[in-house]
């Protein structure tokens, strides 16, 4: 099951009397960045961590990291045509399949979020009901939703909070009450992260929105027609985001990175050609430090391995990450990137399809960078 975009959220803040304003910026012509392919040892190497131990027919959607001996995987597995969610949880070593005391049965595990390995938070349907979840480090319970219909919902956690994005509303959680106010400038929100309570960034169809502690700010390129699809806050003055050019028919989608410095944005993909291309950007993230992933899926992706593509000290290298065994593959796609703590390393989620004469299987993937 492919459904679009899935970004881990992470945001922090009260929405009391949310206001709306609007600080359009343009966009910087495109930085001509340079671009290299990957072949030096201080290229970081993607590695398979798991793959194709669930079902025939799996995904992963999300995922959510807080050290390098905790991470939660979230997804789907179809057994005999019914739909299971699944929640993989990272102990340091190995990837388990969750059966924590408290676990809601649900059709899909959309999205995972959390602030600490006592504070998880994830969020699912099934065909009959929407599902949120909350593990305190021993057993998961269900928590009531705000509101009916929230789709493909963007969870974000930080500690005592919790919030619930929708394509209508945000809400958020705490003390055992729900808050919500309408999504500014009707923007469906593709992926919303903060660095503080005061601080945040979401993105969404032509949207850029900024939270300041107090209400939102709509901040988005003008004039640039481009779909956001994912978000990443490096400091208070440095924000990255992945987009794709407007549609054309019988044209290709090309990706293209935004920065923001604090008062502008800067067009940093590089020339028609160069860096990205190729690749449907879904996901963003970083080490705080001025390295900057991304990933997706590649445009003609048959027979071909997972693309990262790193940009560091204005330079973009492409780094394919290694092929998974079992037959000839026919597509990676990768869903979510996240950091692991401060190691410098970074796990991502998706699937990979393989030739089986048949209809080719799509199986669950988990990979992790090296240094």
Same mark, same amino acid.
């Given at each position: 099951?492919?459904?679009?975009?899935?970004?881990?959220?992470?945001?922090?803040?009260?929405?009391?009397?949310?206001?709306?304003?609007?600080?359009?910026?343009?966009?910087?012509?495109?930085?001509?960045?340079?671009?290299?392919?990957?072949?030096?040892?201080?290229?970081?190497?993607?590695?398979?961590?798991?793959?194709?131990?669930?079902?025939?027919?799996?995904?992963?959607?999300?995922?959510?990291?807080?050290?390098?001996?905790?991470?939660?995987?979230?997804?789907?597995?179809?057994?005999?045509?019914?739909?299971?969610?699944?929640?993989?949880?990272?102990?340091?070593?190995?990837?388990?399949?969750?059966?924590?005391?408290?676990?809601?049965?649900?059709?899909?595990?959309?999205?995972?979020?959390?602030?600490?390995?006592?504070?998880?938070?994830?969020?699912?349907?099934?065909?009959?009901?929407?599902?949120?979840?909350?593990?305190?480090?021993?057993?998961?319970?269900?928590?009531?939703?705000?509101?009916?219909?929230?789709?493909?919902?963007?969870?974000?956690?930080?500690?005592?909070?919790?919030?619930?994005?929708?394509?209508?509303?945000?809400?958020?959680?705490?003390?055992?009450?729900?808050?919500?106010?309408?999504?500014?400038?009707?923007?469906?929100?593709?992926?919303?992260? #903060?660095? @503080?309570?005061?601080?945040?960034?979401?993105?969404?169809?032509? $949207? &850029? +929105? /900024? !939270? *300041?502690?107090? %209400? =939102?700010?709509?901040?988005?390129?003008?004039?640039?027609?481009?779909?956001?699809?994912?978000?990443?806050?490096?400091?208070?003055?440095?924000?990255?985001?992945? #987009?794709? @050019?407007?549609?054309?028919?019988?044209?290709?989608?090309?990706? $293209? &990175? +935004? /920065? !923001? *410095?604090?008062? %502008? =944005?800067t067009d940093v993909t590089g020339p028609v050609d160069g860096p990205v291309d190729g690749l449907r950007a879904n996901a963003v993230t970083g080490d705080g430090k001025g390295t900057v992933w991304i990933s997706g899926g590649r445009h003609n992706g048959y027979e071909s391995t997972t693309l990262y593509w790193r940009f560091r000290d204005g330079v973009w290298t492409s780094v394919a990450g290694d092929s998974v065994p079992g037959g000839e593959t026919n597509y990676y796609v990768i869903n979510d990137l996240a950091p692991i703590g401060r190691t410098g390393q970074f796990w991502s989620v998706g699937s990979y399809q393989i030739n089986t004469g048949d209809a080719p299987?799509?199986?669950?993937?988990?990979?992790?960078?090296?240094?």
């Amino acid at each position: 099951m492919r459904t679009g975009t899935y970004l881990k959220v992470a945001v922090a803040a009260a929405l009391t009397a949310a206001t709306m304003t609007v600080a359009q910026a343009s966009v910087a012509a495109p930085v001509a960045a340079p671009f290299t392919a990957a072949h030096a040892a201080h290229t970081p190497a993607w590695h398979t961590s798991e793959a194709g131990k669930l079902s025939d027919l799996s995904t992963l959607f999300d995922i959510a990291s807080v050290n390098a001996n905790s991470a939660w995987a979230v997804g789907v597995q179809y057994v005999d045509s019914i739909g299971q969610g699944v929640i993989l949880h990272w102990n340091g070593r190995t990837w388990t399949q969750q059966s924590t005391p408290g676990l809601p049965e649900t059709g899909v595990w959309h999205n995972v979020a959390a602030s600490s390995a006592h504070d998880v938070w994830a969020y699912g349907w099934s065909q009959v009901r929407e599902t949120l979840a909350h593990y305190d480090g021993k057993r998961w319970t269900e928590v009531p939703l705000p509101q009916e219909g929230n789709g493909f919902a963007k969870l974000a956690a930080v500690p005592g909070r919790v919030w619930l994005v929708n394509d209508t509303s945000i809400s958020t959680y705490a003390n055992g009450t729900w808050q919500s106010t309408p999504v500014p400038g009707g923007a469906l929100i593709s992926a919303i992260e #903060a660095r @503080t309570a005061d601080d945040a960034w979401a993105v969404g169809s032509s $949207k &850029v +929105l /900024h !939270w *300041d502690g107090g %209400s =939102w700010t709509d901040v988005s390129p003008a004039g640039s027609g481009l779909t956001m699809t994912s978000v990443y806050q490096e400091s208070a003055r440095s924000v990255w985001v992945t #987009a794709l @050019t407007p549609y054309v028919e019988d044209e290709r989608q090309q990706t $293209k &990175v +935004l /920065h !923001w *410095d604090g008062s %502008s =944005w800067t067009d940093v993909t590089g020339p028609v050609d160069g860096p990205v291309d190729g690749l449907r950007a879904n996901a963003v993230t970083g080490d705080g430090k001025g390295t900057v992933w991304i990933s997706g899926g590649r445009h003609n992706g048959y027979e071909s391995t997972t693309l990262y593509w790193r940009f560091r000290d204005g330079v973009w290298t492409s780094v394919a990450g290694d092929s998974v065994p079992g037959g000839e593959t026919n597509y990676y796609v990768i869903n979510d990137l996240a950091p692991i703590g401060r190691t410098g390393q970074f796990w991502s989620v998706g699937s990979y399809q393989i030739n089986t004469g048949d209809a080719p299987g799509e199986y669950e993937l988990i990979q992790r960078s090296t240094r």
